[in-house]
Structures are given as C-alpha cells and as structure tokens.
C-alpha cells in the first residue's frame, strides 16, 4: 500500500469515527449548550453598557499585550541590529505613555462628568472616546471633547460616542 493511501484511510476512518460520534451523542449535550447561550444573553442584557466598555478595554489591553510581545522578541533577540532595538524600544514606550494617558483622562472624566468612559488614541492624532450616559447630548460631547483635550500636549481629533 503507498502513501497515499495509508492517508486517505486514515482520514476516511476519521472522519467515520467522528460521524459515529456526533450522531450517538445524547441531545443533552446541545440542550445545554442552547441554556448557557440564553444565560449569557440575560447577563449581557442586564450589565449591557458596563460590558461594552469593558469589552473595549480587554480588546485594547489584548492588543497592546500582543504589540508588546513581539517588540520584546525583537529586543531580546541577539540577531535583531541596533537600530531594530532602539525602534522597538521606543515604540514600547510610546504604548506604555499611551496606556497611561488614556487612564488619566478616563479617570477624569469619571471624575468631572461622571461619566464611565473608554479612551482610544492611535496614531498621535486622532481620539475615540465611548461614553455610557442615560441622556447624551451635545453639549455633554462638547465637554467631553474639552477635558479630554485639556489634558493632552498636542491637538487631536476627538470623536465621542455614546451608548446607554
């Protein structure tokens, strides 16, 4: 028997195990899993504007978590060149000043507005803020857009979002 055909019956009789598989599996097993999807669903329902900016903020730290992993492979690495290092250096510590700018000003928003907020600034120009307020309006924007500007150095486009 070739190669090939060792593998196609591999693959056949696993498939054909699989098959046997799902098709004895008791029915509990999807039922439960039907009950845990509506179970969330109540859950996410009740803590809604709380989740979603939560939800903002683990999507942000995973992925700053991640950029900081593969620049620290690059410092440490013993074939990365010098400027490689300083680059990846720099570019840790701009997430690290990011990181530290966007908690400031979702603390003073929380402070000054009362407001639970989530900040996002990329590229050094441009700002997205989520807010969870009752009654959002212009006005509360405009305020919004002011003490986050307030608190940084230079100029950004500042755009804000609600949700209630």
Excluded at 38 to 44: A, D, L, P
Excluded at 136 to 144: F, G, N, Q, Y
């Amino acid at each position: 028997m070739n190669k090939q055909g060792l593998w196609f019956l591999t693959l056949f009789s696993l498939v054909l195990v699989l098959g046997v598989y799902y098709v004895t599996m008791p029915n509990d097993a999807f039922n439960k899993k039907k009950s845990l999807k509506n179970t969330v669903k109540k859950v996410s329902l009740e803590k809604e504007n709380l989740d979603v900016i939560e939800s903002y903020k683990e999507a942000a730290l995973v992925e700053r978590e991640t950029e900081k992993k593969k620049l620290e492979k690059t410092l440490t690495n013993k074939d990365s060149d010098s400027n490689a290092k300083k680059e990846a250096y720099e570019k840790i510590k701009s997430i690290t000043d990011i990181s530290s700018k966007e908690e400031e000003i979702e603390k003073d928003l929380k402070k000054n507005l009362k407001l639970n907020c989530f900040i996002k600034i990329s590229d050094n120009t441009n700002m997205k803020v989520f807010c969870t307020s009752k009654n959002p309006s212009k006005d509360l924007a405009v305020d919004v857009m002011h003490d986050a500007q307030n608190l940084m150095s230079s100029r950004y486009n500042i755009s804000v979002k609600f949700s209630k």
